[in-house]
């Protein structure tokens, strides 16, 4: 079955550590993308990639870095440099523009 | 920049109708709506596109007015199912950048 998988689904770490969130897509999809959701801030964009090998910074990329060097495959980690890394992590994607995104079942990380 | 959604929660009886609004300070491209379960990944629900006609699926459409920058969910008959988190999604460029608002939670109750 083609789909998003998102891995693990809870991630514990020590305050202080990068942590590498994985994302992997077998829809043969071009675009992925990455969103951190918290209580009352809704879906906020950290990183997104239209194809491989290039990638954008959403509007809360700070602390944050991704690679894009396969299609099927967009990690993001969360550097020590992230104030507050606690929170849901959705990874998306989509074959383009004005197209429909698929969501992965999310990562909860918190941060202790 | 995130979209404004209104209301932020609504509370309904079943059978009764809902409206959610979305709207954007910059030009719409599409406008994207997604339905989240508590703890799930967001479902897609549906998209309107520039230039686009009104789009519905069973009890819920949705429309989408380029010149205000503005798109509404309708809730018709709501269910039980329908309770959850709407989010929109807007494309406001080039980029393929989507940016998603804060959400409304809806909640249907018997």
């Known amino acids: 079955d083609g789909g998003i998988t998102q891995s693990p689904k809870y991630l514990f770490r020590k305050e202080g550590q990068n942590v590498t969130l994985s994302c992997e897509q077998n829809?043969?999809?071009?675009?992925m993308y990455w969103y951190r959701q918290d209580p009352g801030q809704g879906l906020r964009l950290i990183y997104y990639s239209q194809i491989v090998n290039d990638f954008q910074k959403g509007d809360i990329a700070e602390g944050y870095s991704v690679s894009r060097e396969k299609k099927e495959s967009f990690p993001l980690t969360v550097t020590s440099a992230q104030k507050n890394p606690t929170a849901f992590y959705l990874c998306?994607?989509?074959?383009?523009?004005?197209?429909?995104?698929?969501f992965g079942q999310g990562t909860r990380l918190t941060v202790v | 920049q995130q979209p404004v959604q209104s209301p932020q929660a609504v509370i309904l009886r079943e059978g009764e109708d809902a409206v959610i609004n979305c709207s954007s300070s910059?030009?719409?491209?599409?406008v994207h709506w997604y339905r989240q379960k508590h703890g799930e990944a967001p479902v897609f629900l549906m998209i309107l596109l520039k230039g686009g006609e009104q789009k519905g699926h069973e009890k819920i459409s949705a429309s989408f007015n380029e010149k205000k920058q503005q798109s509404s969910l309708y809730l018709t008959a709501s269910q039980l199912s329908y309770s959850g988190t709407y989010f929109c999604?807007?494309?406001?460029?080039?980029?393929?950048?989507?940016?998603f608002g804060i959400g409304t939670k809806l909640q249907v109750i018997p």
């Open positions: 999604g807007t494309e406001t460029g080039g980029y393929q950048k989507v940016t």
């Open positions: 910059k030009a719409l491209y599409s």
């Open positions: 998306a994607s989509r074959w383009g523009g004005y197209t429909e995104a698929f």
């Open positions: 829809l043969n999809h071009d675009a």
